[in-house]
């Protein structure tokens, strides 16, 4: 059979590729970072609704059924998936794939925990793997996720669709497909289901739908999973046919990046994926963190200053298109928000990115005095950076002006164990108290170690 991207997959999963210890020491922190985003995104009313309708459907055999993260629930393991993928998504504080050439937009590329983790834990559970397993199963979603994204076309996003729903199928597949022991006409299958299935459309960005992706990109990949293995028939060239997922959804893709690239090197490695330090769209992050930086190293007040400018491209200020947003999801794809939280509070955190925060008449009142510019010198610079100028002007008359590339948790400003630690705290702190959280974070930490990830999931019931 002619050597393809499909194949190329196939293989990857059946090889059972040894993983070196510096992409495992990685992956560790990804979930530990992926668990943290869901447990907070758990208390969102949009995984509450998504809950709800789960809750409705009851499991016909209550055997090795998988938990709901934040909701001391258990149901079958495509729909624990949906639920934690949806919460793991909520409030877009999930990490972010680099890009390895200057035409992949920066940030846009795919969210790879969430779909990759919830699918491993849902099936982990119902098979009852090892934490070494288990860890394997993420390794190898998170990685053919990764891959996927950097060959299709940027045509892809540009488009509208959203990496996350559509791409993170695959990863889910992946890694709940190793766990079950697929074969190879079984991943054959299961790839082309999974390539059916993936779906996700940017124009619900700001609502509580693109959470949903991610939730239904980690139930799809174990529904394709389990369809495969039936034996539910379907093309062996689901990514590459002439009417396959690639040219179909971006109009085709670039072999040399998926082909013999699995695990070669492994993406959570080099060039790895960004930790967000704010719960909002990726692309804002490099000027909230610039921002931050003018506030305090010139110890400002709100009092001081009468205008933000902020410039760049086309890839910013598109997919960061609320002026004047007037919820927590409007405000996640806000630079006007992002930036007046920063001067306001210093901070912009999930307390921050409430309703009743983004409503407040001191807010809104604030965000009219920021002023967003395209700049095509910046846009003519490329997107493999989230390229942007702050220019703070002060009621005296100066300006303060920082150019905005790396954000905090990218490869350039990596994140300490101590940043690793506070973010996880923070977001535990919505369902668990604080020994609890950090018992939860212990076993986080070792989890290679385990006998059985079911030694982890009974400790999140609170």
């Known amino acids: 059979m002619e050597h393809t991207s499909s194949s190329e997959v196939t293989n990857f999963i059946l090889q059972k590729k040894s993983i070196n210890q510096q992409a495992k020491s990685k992956a560790i922190l990804h979930i530990i970072d992926g668990f943290a985003v869901i447990m907070a995104g758990s208390r969102t009313d949009c995984a509450k609704k998504v809950y ?102 940027p045509n892809h996003y540009k488009k509208g669709f959203h990496t996350t729903g559509t791409i993170g199928t695959f990863g ?70 002439e009417w396959g997922f690639f040219k179909v959804l971006g109009g ?30 990726s692309l804002g992050q490099p000027s ?36 004047k947003p007037t919820n927590e999801f ?28 983004v409503k407040n008449p001191q807010v809104q009142k604030m965000m009219r005095k920021v002023k967003t510019i395209h700049d095509p010198e910046i846009a003519a610079m490329g997107t493999d950076k989230m390229r942007s100028i702050v220019e703070v002007v002060l009621k005296d008359g100066r300006i303060i002006k920082k150019v905005a590339e790396n954000a905090r948790g990218t490869r350039e400003k990596p994140l300490t164990e101590k940043d690793v630690y506070r973010k996880f705290m923070e977001c535990a702190s919505f369902r668990y108290d604080q020994e609890k959280a950090n018992e939860i974070f212990t076993l986080l930490k070792a989890i290679e170690k385990m006998d059985s990830i079911n030694d982890l999931t009974k400790h999140l019931i609170n």
């Not at 309708?53 to 055999?61: E, L």
């Not at 990046?257 to 909002?280: E, R």
């Not at 610039?290 to 086309?314: F, H, K, T, Y």
């Not at 409007?330 to 925060?357: M, V």
């Open 52 to 153: 709800s309708y789960v809750s409705k459907i009851k499991p016909t055999n209550s055997a090795n059924n998988s938990n709901i993260i934040g909701f001391n629930d258990k149901t079958t393991p495509e729909h624990a998936a949906l639920v934690n993928g949806t919460s793991g998504h909520a409030d877009d504080y999930d990490d972010s794939q680099l890009v390895t050439a200057p035409d992949r937009i920066y940030g846009l590329l795919t969210h790879p925990t969430v779909p990759a983790l919830s699918s491993s834990l849902a099936v982990g559970e119902e098979q009852e793997c090892s934490g070494e397993e288990f860890l394997e199963a993420f390794i190898t979603g998170f990685e053919v996720e990764c891959k996927i994204a950097e060959a299709i076309l």
């Open 172 to 241: 889910s597949f992946a890694a709940s497909s190793l766990l079950r022991g697929l074969d190879e006409q079984e991943l054959r299958y299961g790839l082309s289901i999974a390539s059916s299935l993936a779906s996700g459309i940017r124009v619900n960005f700001g609502t509580m739908t693109k959470p949903l992706h991610a939730g239904r990109a980690a139930s799809n990949g174990i529904v394709a999973s389990s369809l495969g293995q039936l034996g539910f028939t379907a093309d062996d060239n689901g990514l590459d046919g």
């Open 252 to 281: 085709g893709y670039e072999a040399d990046k998926i082909i013999g690239k699995l695990g070669n090197p492994y993406t959570i490695v080099d060039p790895g994926a960004t930790f967000k330090m704010y719960p909002c769209g």
């Open 288 to 323: 909230m963190d610039s921002m931050l930086e003018i506030v305090e190293e010139n110890d400002l007040s709100p009092q001081d200053v009468s205008e933000i400018r902020l410039r760049a491209g086309p890839n910013i200020l598109e997919p960061l298109r609320y002026e």
């Open 330 to 357: 409007q405000a996640k794809f806000s630079l006007h928000f992002g930036l007046t939280s920063i001067l306001l509070n210093r901070k912009a955190g999930l307390r921050e990115y409430s309703d009743e925060y």
